[in-house]
C-alpha cells in the first residue's frame, strides 16, 4: 500500500473564507491523502492554498478548489513557496512559520525555536529582560507606538500585592487582522510573550481580551492555553501563572487600554483619564501591562536573537518589522511583514500587486478608523512611526486599506464620523456631541442641502475633537474626514446646496 | 424565568462579580438580556440595577429583544467599504424587507452591521449565525439566504 500524501491546507478563518472549508470537506475521507490544517501565510488572494513538500521546499497551488485534487497528488503544475514574490520579498520574523505549522502543535512551535525567548528570560534578572527590550527599541504596535521597555519598567518597580498581564486581542481597526491571525495561527508565540512580560514584572496573572467577533481565535487560544498548561509552561519561578481569555462584546472603544480595563472588570467600557497609567495602576487598581498581541508575539524572538539584532532592522526611530495589512481594492490582499522604511508606493506596487480589476486608484488609508487619507500624490512616505508623526498621520495597527475610482469621498468621510458618533464612550464632550454634529452636517451635505458654512463649521469642529478630546478615538477621528476633505474638495463642493 | 436566571447566573459566579461577563452568559443561554431581569440580575450579583442597566444598555452586542432565528451580519469596515459592502447591505434590506437592526416578520432574520471580522482580505465579509463568508458578490446572495430558510 502506498503512503498517504501529506498534503497542507490553512485553517485560517479568512482560508476559510476564501473556500478552504469545502476543500477540506471533500478531502477528509480520500485515504491518498493526510490533511494537515496549519495557520496561514497570510498571501490571501492565493487562498484556499495547498502545499506538499517537495525536495525543492514545498510546493503550491493557488485557488485551489476540490477538483484539482487529481492535479496535485500527481504533482504537476506546483509553484515552489519560496519563488512567490508576495512572499519572498517579506522580511519575516514573527510570521516566519505561518503557512508551515499546525496552530496547537507545541513541539513543532518549539523544534523551531519557540520557547527559547522565554529560556533565555527564565535565566536573566528582570532588569536584564527590561533592559534587552530598551536595546531592541520595541515600540508598541496597538497603535499609540509606546516604547515597551519603559511601561515594564513602571510596572516593575511599582509595588503592589499583584500585577497583571493583559493582551489587547480587540484589533478593533477595522483593515486589520495580523493579530487574529496570530490567535488563530501561532498562539503559543503570544503565551511566551505574556510569560517574558510577566516574568519581567512580577505579575501574577495574565488575561487576553479577545473582541466577540473572533469566536475561532478564542477557541484556539483557550485549546492553546491548556496545552501550555499540561506542559507545566504556565510557571513562573515556581508560581502557577494563570492566563484567562475573556471576550468582549463589540464596543470598539474598549480597545482603548483603559476602557478595555474598565471592560474586563465587567462594567461600562468607558475611557480612564490618565494619569494614572495602567502600569501604575490598571486593572483592579494594581500594576499592569497592556499590549498589543502583536507586540507580545514580538518579543520571543528579541530575547532569543537579542536587542541588538531588533535594532538593527528599520528605520532611526522605527525599529523591527511591521505586520501591514493590505486590504480593500488592492489585487493581492494579504499580509506583509517587511523592515520599517518602505514607502507606501512600494508596499502598494511590490506587495499589493496594483490594482483590483477594473479599479483605478483614488486614495489610501493607513492606520484604521483614524488613520489619514492619501492620495496619489503622497505615496512616497516611508512606513515608519516618524515620516508618520510629521505627516500628522499615523501607521496604527498596521491596517492599510486602498479605496478605488468609484468610491464616494462625501459618504465615505460620513461613514467614518457615523461611526465615531456610534463608539464615541460618551466620557468628554467633544466627542459626544462633535461627532453626532460632524455626522449629520456630513448627511446634510450628502443629501444635497449643506452649505459653505457647514465645511467651515465641519474644519472647525474637527480642530476642537483634535485638541480637546480625552482620548485618540476623538482626538484621530477628524483626520480621515479632513483628509477626505483636504484631497478631494471638488466633491464636497459640488454637492453643497447652491 | 427568576429561577432560570439564577441557576445561570450560579454557574457564572466570580469574585469580584463581573457584570459583563455575567450579561454575556445569560445572552448565550437565553438569546438576549430579558429587561425584566435586570433587578434580579443585580441582586444576585450583588449590584445595582442602574449599574446592571447601564453595562446593558453599553455593549452593541448585548441584545434586550430575542433575535431572529437566523441572525446576518454585514461588515461595514473600511475594507468591505471599498469592496462594495454598501450595496450589499441595500440588497439583503430589499430581500428581506427589513432595515438594520430589524427582525424580520415570522422572527426568522434579523439583520445588523459589524465593523470588521478581521476577514478584510477576503472582503466584502457576511457573516450569518456562525458561518463567516468572504468576497460575497450581491448575486449570491439568494442562495447563501435560501441555506437559512
Ligand atoms: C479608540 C481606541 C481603540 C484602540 N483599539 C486598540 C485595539 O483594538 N488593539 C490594541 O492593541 N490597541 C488599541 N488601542 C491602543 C491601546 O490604547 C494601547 O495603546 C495599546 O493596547 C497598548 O499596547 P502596545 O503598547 O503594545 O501598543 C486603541 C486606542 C484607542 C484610543
Ligand atoms: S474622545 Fe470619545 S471615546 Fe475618547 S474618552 Fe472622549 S468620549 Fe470617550
Ligand atoms: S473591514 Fe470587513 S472584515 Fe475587516
Given amino acids: 500500500m502506498s503512503m498517504a500524501t501529506r498534503l497542507f491546507l490553512s485553517n485560517d478563518t479568512s482560508a476559510r473564507a476564501a473556500g478552504a472549508g469545502p476543500v477540506a470537506d471533500a478531502w477528509s475521507d480520500r485515504p491518498e491523502v493526510q490533511l494537515i490544517r496549519t495557520s496561514s501565510r497570510g498571501a490571501f488572494f492565493l487562498e484556499p492554498m495547498v502545499e506538499r513538500d517537495s525536495p525543492d521546499g514545498r510546493l503550491a497551488w493557488f485557488n485551489v478548489t476540490p477538483q484539482d485534487l487529481p492535479l496535485i497528488l500527481s504533482g504537476t503544475g506546483g509553484t515552489p513557496v519560496r519563488s512567490i514574490p508576495f512572499l519572498a520579498q517579506q522580511t519575516r520574523f514573527t510570521f516566519a512559520d505561518f503557512g508551515e505549522t499546525e496552530p496547537l502543535a507545541l513541539d513543532e512551535y518549539q523544534a523551531r525555536g519557540g520557547l527559547q525567548g522565554l529560556e533565555t528570560a527564565l535565566r536573566r534578572t528582570p532588569d536584564a529582560i527590561i533592559e534587552e527590550l530598551r536595546v531592541s527599541q520595541l515600540r508598541g504596535r496597538g497603535g499609540a507606538a509606546f516604547p515597551v521597555w519603559n511601561k515594564w519598567k513602571v510596572a516593575q518597580q511599582a509595588k503592589a500585592d499583584e500585577k497583571y498581564v493583559v493582551a489587547n486581542a480587540d484589533e478593533g481597526d477595522a483593515g486589520t487582522y495580523c493579530d487574529r491571525m496570530i490567535l488563530e495561527g501561532d498562539p503559543f508565540r503570544l503565551l511566551e510573550g505574556m510569560l517574558i512580560c510577566a516574568r519581567a514584572i512580577g505579575a501574577n496573572r495574565g488575561y487576553v481580551y479577545c473582541r466577540q467577533e473572533y469566536p475561532a481565535a478564542a477557541a484556539t487560544l483557550r485549546a492553546a492555553i491548556h496545552k501550555a498548561d499540561e506542559a507545566e509552561l504556565l510557571d513562573l519561578d515556581g508560581e502557577f501563572f494563570p492566563i484567562e481569555v475573556v471576550e468582549g462584546a463589540g464596543s470598539y472603544v474598549c480597545g482603548e487600554e483603559t476602557a478595555l480595563l474598565e471592560s474586563l472588570e465587567g462594567k461600562r467600557g468607558v475611557v480612564r483619564a490618565r494619569p494614572p497609567y495602567p502600569a501604575q495602576a490598571g486593572l483592579f487598581g494594581r500594576p499592569t501591562i497592556v499590549s498589543n498581541v502583536l507586540t507580545f508575539a514580538t518579543i520571543p524572538n528579541i530575547l532569543s536573537r537579542g536587542g541588538a539584532w531588533h535594532a538593527a532592522l528599520g528605520t532611526e526611530q522605527s525599529r523591527g518589522t511591521m505586520a501591514l495589512q493590505l486590504g480593500g481594492r488592492v489585487k493581492q490582499p494579504g499580509l506583509v511583514e517587511v523592515s520599517f522604511g518602505l514607502s507606501l508606493r512600494q508596499v502598494l506596487d511590490q506587495f499589493g500587486g496594483g490594482m483590483a480589476p477594473g479599479a483605478r486608484f483614488k486614495a489610501v488609508q493607513v492606520g484604521g478608523p483614524l488613520g489619514s487619507l492619501f492620495p496619489a500624490s503622497q505615496l512616497d512616505i516611508p512606513i515608519c512611526y516618524e515620516a508618520f508623526a510629521e505627516a500628522g498621520a499615523v501607521l496604527g495597527h498596521g491596517g492599510i486599506v486602498v479605496y478605488d475610482h468609484q468610491t464616494d469621498m462625501v459618504d465615505l468621510a460620513r461613514h467614518f464620523m457615523a461611526f465615531t458618533a456610534h463608539e464615541s464612550c460618551g466620557k468628554c464632550t467633544p466627542c459626544r456631541i462633535g461627532s453626532v454634529r460632524g455626522r449629520e452636517i456630513l448627511e446634510r451635505i450628502q443629501a444635497g442641502s449643506g452649505t459653505v458654512d457647514d465645511l467651515v463649521l465641519l474644519a472647525d469642529l474637527g480642530e476642537t475633537m483634535k485638541v480637546a478630546s480625552l482620548c485618540a478615538l476623538g482626538g484621530r477621528a477628524p483626520y480621515p474626514v479632513l483628509t477626505a476633505i483636504e484631497h478631494f474638495p471638488a466633491e464636497f463642493r459640488n454637492r453643497l446646496r447652491t | ?149
Avoid: W
Fill in chain 2, 1 to 149: 424565568m427568576q429561577k432560570q436566571v439564577n441557576e445561570i447566573l450560579a454557574q457564572a459566579r466570580s469574585e469580584p462579580p463581573n457584570i459583563l461577563q455575567a450579561l454575556l452568559v445569560l445572552q448565550e443561554k437565553l438569546g438576549h438580556v430579558p429587561l425584566e431581569a435586570v433587578p434580579e440580575i443585580a441582586h444576585t450579583l450583588g449590584t445595582t440595577t442602574a449599574q446592571v442597566a447601564g453595562v446593558l444598555s453599553y455593549y452593541p452586542d448585548l441584545r434586550v429583544t430575542a433575535p431572529g432565528r437566523h441572525l446576518i451580519r454585514i461588515c461595514m469596515g473600511e475594507s468591505c467599504f471599498a469592496n462594495g459592502c454598501g450595496r450589499l447591505l441595500r440588497e439583503v434590506q430589499d430581500r428581506l424587507r427589513i432595515d438594520m437592526g430589524e427582525t424580520a416578520a415570522g422572527g426568522k432574520v434579523t439583520l445588523d452591521t459589524m465593523s470588521c471580522a478581521g476577514n478584510c482580505a477576503v472582503s466584502p465579509t457576511v457573516i450569518i449565525d456562525r458561518d463567516l463568508y468572504g468576497r460575497v458578490l450581491p448575486s449570491q446572495l439568494d442562495a447563501m439566504l435560501e441555506r437559512y430558510k
